[in-house]
């Protein structure tokens, strides 16, 4: 049986920010989100959008070199956040949904959808530390995180309308798309993975010419 979504979360988000304290303990910009409230969860809305695509090289969770547009998305379903590994608050509920809607996919992950989660703050957020970051996530094949140089990074943030000056003030959305079809929608908030499985649905039925099963 599914488990009851909140209770997951919850035990997933805990699990994150004890992994947070490990990497580097305590952050600043953690006590600046508390100041603002950014804990709080917040109303999901969502909308078409039309997004850039840019082709630089990133580099994976592995040390492996990536071009974003030809190699991670392609002509993929595609779901994308963004995070940083010292995030105290948002990046792991941002986390736990991913790690939810992982486990919905079932066997299509990778298969039919990626998961991708780019850092903000790839000045700290080297491979090894995304890797031990998505192995907290048990981060199946099919899960991508992405760092790379600044410029690169914020080059991608930028095109896909998930910039923020200030790393520790990114949005807290998704973005879910069709690489082949140029079909993007971003949520605003914390979506759930129902939500985001629901787009995903939407997507790969229209390739199939047909009304998503409910």
């Known amino acids: ?29 953690a006590r600046a989100e508390e100041a603002k409230g950014s804990g709080t969860p917040k109303e999901v809305s969502s909308g078409s959008v039309t ?10 969770q592995d040390g492996r070199k990536v071009r974003f547009q030809r190699d991670v998305i392609g002509d993929r379903i595609v779901v994308i956040d963004t995070f940083f590994t010292t995030c105290g608050l948002i990046c792991p509920i941002l986390g736990g949904i991913f790690a ?7 066997d299509r992950l990778e298969r039919e959808v990626r998961l991708i989660s780019i850092t903000v703050d790839p000045l700290t957020d080297i491979p090894p530390r995304l890797k031990k970051y998505a ?6 094949p099919g899960w991508h995180f992405l760092t790379g140089e600044k410029k690169a990074v914020d080059r991608v943030l930028e095109g896909i ?8 003030d990114h949005p807290s959305a998704f973005l879910v ?19 985001l499985k629901s787009r995903v649905e939407e ?8 009304a998503p099963a409910r």
């Open 161 to 168: 309308g998930m910039y923020s000056p200030d790393f520790a």
């Open 1 to 29: 049986m599914r488990r009851e979504w909140g209770t997951a979360l919850s035990a997933r988000a805990l699990a994150a920010l004890a992994l947070a304290a490990a990497l580097a303990g305590p952050p600043p910009f």
């Open 100 to 106: 939810d809607l992982q486990e919905q996919l079932g």
């Open 135 to 140: 192995e907290q996530w048990d981060a199946r």
């Open 203 to 210: 997507l790969l039925a229209g390739r199939r010419g047909k």
């Open 51 to 60: 997004v850039r695509l840019h082709d630089v090289p990133l580099l994976d």
């Open 177 to 195: 798309g069709d690489g082949r079809e140029g079909k993007w929608t971003r949520f605003y908030g914390f979506a759930s993975p129902e939500q």
